[in-house]
């Protein structure tokens, strides 16, 4: 997945969740939403000497998972080792971080610890989800249209959910599940079209954990979406 098909997903996601076209660039997405989520980092390929994706960067040497397999055999003849400082000296030269992990995944790109997956774009640790963009482990349950979410599961057409799950159409979701609609919503359950509220569970049209009308609410999420989007 390239940087161009992953913008088509991250407007299409904006679109749904605020109601808008999508302003931003690819590269102001990320700096607005995407800022403090835990990403893939680049490196490079000790084989071809080319830029690859790692989720950890702390080894000092990394090979891509396709091209460990171009190197028929990685056994070597064994070799007198007489100290500690030799035997790590040897496994140094063999111990190279595997990047780009995908599995049973397609059209994946700069992205790591991939599995059951499609349409993956600068994410890791992804499982059975689609159309996902600068995400870190969704592990539980699959979902699809998402971006910038950590920790969660079972989202459709969500930005900024953290560990929450069953949660859609939505935007800035922490500690929540079967959230619908809603934006700025933190420990709750079961809310939709709400804005601005905590600690509340089964409710509707609420801003700020206040108990407005339709018609008002809907005024209100106007004025937030377009703030989110412009601000």
Not at 2 to 12: F, L, P, R, S, T
Not at 29 to 43: E, I, N, T
Not at 104 to 114: L, T, V, W
Request: charged letters at 25%; a negative charge.
């Amino acid at each position: 997945m390239d940087e161009a098909a992953a913008k088509q997903v991250v407007d299409k996601i904006i679109g749904q969740v605020f109601g808008f076209q999508n302003p931003l660039s690819l590269e102001q997405v990320f700096q607005k939403f995407a800022f403090d989520v835990r990403l893939p980092q680049q490196v490079t390929d000790s084989m071809t000497g080319e830029a690859t994706w790692a989720q950890s960067a702390n080894p000092t040497k990394f090979i891509s998972f396709e091209n460990q397999f171009k190197k028929d055999d990685w056994e070597r003849p064994a070799k007198q080792l007489n100290s500690i400082e030799e035997i790590l000296k040897s496994w140094n030269e063999i111990n190279e971080m595997t990047t780009e992990r995908y599995l049973d995944s397609i059209n994946i790109g700069q992205s790591d610890n991939i599995y059951g997956s499609e349409n993956v774009f600068r994410s890791q640790d992804i499982h059975n989800s689609k159309n996902v963009v600068y995400c870190d482990s969704m592990v539980s349950g699959s979902s699809e249209y998402v971006l910038a979410c950590q920790r969660s599961g079972g989202l459709s057409f969500c930005i900024r959910v953290e560990d929450s799950g069953e949660t859609s159409n939505s935007f800035n979701v922490q500690w929540c599940k079967y959230i619908v609609n809603s934006m700025f919503i933190s420990d709750a359950t079961k809310m939709q079209d709400c804005l601005f509220s905590s600690h509340l569970n089964n409710k509707r049209f609420m801003v700020a954990n206040m108990q407005f009308d339709e018609a008002e609410y809907r005024r209100l999420r106007d004025i937030v979406a377009r703030w989110i989007l412009t601000n």
